[in-house]
Antibody, heavy 126, light 108 residues
């Protein structure tokens, strides 16, 4: 079945680094763009970053630009998020999500995050 | 950056009632890039609607989306017990994605 499984979360001190992974299975990973989305405790969803299916384009939320790097290894069906210079406000559950484009009548109808992992928790604290 | 505002913050309704959730954007959003998600406690979000009005795979037809420009609506025609959750709208524009703050639909 189609599945995303995140790993790599944990407790880290402010200023340190952490790398998250997202293992994909059940679909052709190399054909899909991928997102990272996070959710601070008791808060709403915050988009973090997106990477194109072939890694050719990457975009970031202003809150993480310059500190986080999204990447992928299509040979390993794995998405990554390298998080540097971590801050207390980066504490959250981090989800990876698949980006799917929808088409109809020969045109693009839209896109959405249609498959999500269960999330991995990152706590930044001294 | 486009900011999304959702109202109301909380909607208290009974099973069987109709729910109308609003999402307003600070500037015009392409309808193709407006989506709605449902999230239940302790679970990952689930895609409900893409392209402002198209239901994602497996989503019951009691969920419908509408709107264009800066004003979008998610309607649940008759609330089922499993529909009580938080709902987020999300847009994509200029290579950035943003979520609204969410509307919680709880049991009255």
């Amino acid at each position: 079945q189609v599945q995303l499984v995140e790993s790599g979360g944990g407790v880290v001190q402010p200023g340190r680094s952490l790398r998250l992974s997202c293992a994909a299975s059940g679909f052709t990973f190399s054909s899909y763009g991928m997102h990272w989305v996070r959710q601070a405790p008791g808060k709403g969803l915050e988009w973090v970053a997106v990477i194109w299916y072939d890694g050719s384009n990457k975009y970031y939320a202003d809150s993480v630009k310059g500190r986080f790097t999204i990447s992928r290894d299509n040979s390993k069906n794995t998405l990554y998020l390298q998080m540097n210079s971590l801050r207390a406000e980066d504490t959250a559950v981090y989800y990876c999500a698949r980006r799917t484009y929808y088409y109809g009548s020969g045109k693009r109808l839209g896109d959405g995050m249609d498959v999500w992992g269960q999330g991995t928790t990152v706590t930044v604290s001294s | 950056e486009i900011v999304l505002t959702q109202s109301p913050g909380t909607l208290s309704l009974s099973p069987g009632e109709r729910a109308t959730l609003s999402c307003r954007a600070s500037q015009s959003v392409s309808s193709s890039y407006l989506a709605w998600y449902q999230q239940k406690p302790g679970q990952a979000p689930r895609l409900l609607i893409y392209g402002a009005s198209s239901r994602a795979t497996g989503i019951p037809d009691r969920f419908s989306g509408s709107g264009s420009g800066t004003d979008f609506t998610l309607t649940i025609s008759r609330l089922e017990p499993e529909d009580f959750a938080v709902y987020y709208c999300q847009q994509y524009g200029s290579s950035f994605f943003t979520f609204g703050p969410g509307t919680k639909v709880d049991i009255k």
